[in-house]
């Protein structure tokens, strides 16, 4: 019990921290960009300066700088691991199928419940060297924060605590605000988002660092951004139109992808225990009085 309530404290500040970081890298992003619009949009300066804050961020959470004394902490809890390849592809293909399931989802969602449509900034009087530059780094920001502070410090620590599967329903139960904050507090949004986390938690569970979780994330981002949250006002709710073939496909769209997703997440979960018990060997001691080291 001593043990248990000793570690309480460290849970606390890495949830606090997670959801602190992603809010107020996202609200730093969001005041940059106004100012960058509002100035000189043809001069996409907020990139780099959000950029650099991103970097700093990235090389302090990751044990860079003082204090010494938290320096290799804040290392172990980033879980910036580099992976096999193997393992690398295997994670990515997991995810991007995950996505390409979300978005069926997200869009039969829309046709099923009244949801209000996210409000996207209108670019098209930019140039399009700064709009790309732009939706780059909001993917960026969102992914970072989000990977960093709550698959990252937060899961990590829980995973001490309690078992991976409630370490990931934890973490994914945590973020629902900040996500409410930016889309709104409506239950299918959150439920979906809810969804979004498990996946990205589970993905990080397995192989133990947040990099490929960054560029799915990443990924992902940027197909919404693009291709699916401009058209959210265009959709209209089934109850009204009437169901069409385009509601179908996008129904098997989701549930065939969905199928492949958890296909992958199996083989991924098999390649990364190959990959930790060909460590372990490799390690192993020539005598059985010798110590592991």
């Not at 570690?7 to 100012?35: E, H, K, Q, Y």
């Not at 959210?232 to 509601?247: C, H, K, M, P, S």
């Amino acid at each position: 019990m001593h043990v248990l309530f000793g570690r309480i404290p460290a849970v606390v500040w890495s949830g606090i921290l997670a959801f602190v970081l992603t809010v107020l890298a996202g609200g730093v992003w969001t005041v940059l960009l106004i100012s960058n619009v509002a100035t000189s949009p043809a001069i996409p300066w907020a990139v780099v300066v959000m950029a650099l804050l991103l970097w700093l961020m990235w090389q302090y959470l990751g044990g860079k700088w003082g204090p010494q004394s938290t320096s290799e902490a804040r290392h172990r809890y980033l879980r910036a691991r580099p992976l096999s390849g193997q393992v690398f592809a295997w994670a990515v293909v997991a995810g991007v199928l995950s996505i390409v399931a979300l978005i069926g989802y997200w869009i039969v969602l829309f046709q099923l419940v009244k949801i209000p449509a996210r409000v996207l900034q209108n670019f098209s009087g930019y140039p399009l060297l700064t709009v790309a530059l732009v939706l780059v780094m909001a993917a960026l920001v969102s992914s970072l924060a989000e990977e960093v502070g709550f698959r990252g410090y937060f899961q990590g620590i829980l995973e001490h605590k309690v078992s991976g599967p409630v370490a990931i329903l934890i973490a994914a139960l945590l973020i629902a605000p900040a996500h409410g904050l930016t889309q709104g507090f409506v239950w299918p949004i959150l439920l979906w988002y809810f969804f979004v986390d498990v996946m990205f938690g589970a993905m990080v569970y397995f192989t133990k660092s947040i990099l490929p979780g960054i560029v799915v994330h990443s990924i992902g981002l940027l197909i919404f951004f693009t291709l699916v949250w401009p058209y959210d006002a265009q959709r209209r709710l089934i109850w009204e139109t009437g169901v069409n073939t385009g509601f179908w496909f996008t129904v098997v769209q989701a549930i065939v992808f969905s199928t492949l997703a958890l296909l992958a997440f199996s083989q991924l979960a098999i390649v990364t225990k190959r990959a930790r018990d060909r460590k372990r060997n490799s390690i192993l001691p020539a005598s059985a009085d010798e110590p592991v080291g």
